[in-house]
């Protein structure tokens, strides 16, 4: 395995020559990412008439995970995928080379380096994507009904990949969520309606798992690549058309459901004029709601990962309070209606000098004017991120202590009962693992939706899932 730089460069520029056609010699390359999940690469190969770029994605570090300790399917079988959807017409970057033990490289695969957008706010947002932006949620659908129809046996791919059914799919996510010990009545809600609404018996195809806006590049034409099939899996094919319209993923566009672009309606005929059989608009809710209700557990995995460590930084619980981003868009799905909300403690009625606020505001301010003024990358991007804590903490002072007692009083009123409020939230949590509480019980939906949204008045209240709260519409 090259461990130093020069060697990790001669061993690429030997496996570039033999393997890349055209290629003679490699002039640059560079590390892109440092992420925990995969290393990538830009990498300039001299092909005589002039440079060309590529791509390169390794394991971290280069080394290779055991097969018996894989979680995902692995990078090879990530290339195979990509191949296998470029086949099918699917817009894929060309896979030009798998790394082998031999090349002293680890695990990873050379491709076609190709340019554009992938940033889902810019693709909502930016002007140069306007005319785009009326055709993309059909040009999406086609794209997965390609994937879709992939066949498994011929490409090998139903001896690389593992078979998730809807019900697994949903009891896993329930119990990673319990291992984390904290009782969050709205995710449970969630899982016991997905459990009690199970597809039946769905058609099984190729699943990408995280076609998502941000999850694939585009141009001023349309989708140029499809990224990040390093989850994919073999299950329900709707699973994918639902994540493509979860909240999370719109980029502030609420009233756009499909990647914050989109109809509901264009995705659906351009997945129908591939693979010509209807969509079941149920099925997509279905996986709409899964796909808040998995990743409002995902949040709550990036809070555990600050308290267990080794990666304490501040952008970790900074994810974990958008766990209620997520429980207010299954508020908004499942119980929609209206809500109060408490009024804000007046944190300027007190003698202190200075007052908390003070202090926090100060912290904030310097952040933001100074901080960020004097810094770029990643530090700049943790400096935003600090203060933007620093406000939810300044809400969670005006507005989380009436928004307990509140929460305590209708608790007691469900369970008629004097107890604290972290013994009825387990009450509640409890109830509704083991079926005592059911879904309909009396008041239930009302305390969950006024609990939900005043929850994220404190966290994130330019969410665009508040709004749509407030409004009382699903």
């Keep these: ?16 020559a033999r393997e890349v056609p055209g290629c003679r010699g490699l002039k640059a390359v560079e590390r892109l990412s440092g992420g ?4 990538t690469y830009r990498i300039t190969i001299d092909v005589g008439d002039g440079d060309r770029l590529l791509a390169m994605r390794r394991a971290p570090g280069g080394i290779s995970i055991a097969e018996e300790e894989r979680i995902n399917p692995g990078l090879a079988t990530e290339a195979l995928l ?25 695990e990873g695969f050379v491709m076609q380096w190709i340019d554009g957008e992938a ?20 040009e999406c659908g086609e794209i997965l009904a390609r994937i879709h129809a992939i066949d498994l046996a011929a490409t090998g791919l139903d001896r690389k990949l593992q078979v998730i059914t809807p019900a697994e799919f949903v009891q896993n996510t329930w119990e990673r969520y319990q291992l984390y010990e904290t009782p969050q009545p709205m995710i449970d809600y969630a899982a016991r309606w997905l459990m009690d609404n199970l597809p039946e018996a769905p058609p099984v195809a190729l699943v990408h798992n995280d076609f998502r806006n941000g999850n694939f590049m585009v141009n001023e034409q349309g989708v140029n690549a499809v990224l990040d099939w390093e989850v994919a899996h073999i299950g329900d094919p709707m699973r994918d058309l639902g994540w493509i319209c979860t909240n999370s993923w719109r980029f502030g566009r609420s009233d756009l ?7 509901y309606e264009d995705l659906f005929r351009g997945y129908e004029s591939v693979a010509g059989t209807p969509v079941e608009p149920d099925r997509v ?5 899964f796909g808040s209700f998995w990743w409002a557990v995902g949040c709550l995995g990036m809070a555990e990962h600050y308290r267990t460590g080794p990666d304490q930084t501040v952008e970790r619980p900074a994810i974990g309070r958008r766990t209620s981003e997520c429980q207010v868009d299954c508020v908004n799905l499942l119980i929609p209606g209206p809500v109060s909300l408490v009024e804000p403690a007046d944190l300027t009625a007190n003698e202190d000098m200075p007052r908390v606020d003070e202090l926090l505001i100060s912290v904030r301010d310097f ?3 100074d901080v960020m003024s004097q810094t770029q990358g990643r530090t700049n ?14 809400r969670e002072l005006a507005l989380g202590e009436r928004h307990r007692a509140d929460e305590v009083a209708r608790l007691r009123q469900l369970f008629d009962g004097p107890q604290d409020l972290t013994s009825l939230r387990w009450q509640l949590v409890h109830g509704l693992r083991d079926g005592t509480v059911s879904l309909d019980m009396p008041g239930l939906a009302e305390h969950l939706r006024a609990t939900v949204v005043n929850q994220i008045a404190i966290d994130q209240p330019r969410y665009s899932g508040y709004q749509t709260a407030l409004d009382g519409v699903g």
């Design 1 to 16: 395995m090259a461990r130093d730089p020069q060697a990790f460069d001669d061993l690429l520029a030997e496996v570039l």
């Design 36 to 39: 925990a999940s995969q290393e």
């Design 82 to 106: 990509m191949r296998c959807a470029r086949t099918a017409g699917v817009p894929e970057p060309e896979v030009y080379y798998v790394l082998q033990p031999t090349d002293g490289l680890g």
């Design 119 to 138: 940033l889902g706010a810019r693709i909502v947002r930016s002007p140069e994507f306007e005319t785009l932006r009326g055709k993309l949620a059909f």
């Design 257 to 263: 459901p499909v990647g914050g672009f989109g109809t």
């Design 285 to 289: 809710k279905f996986w709409e709601v």
């Design 367 to 369: 952040l933001r004017d």
């Design 381 to 394: 991007f943790l400096a935003r991120v600090a203060g933007n804590s620093l406000d939810i903490v300044l």
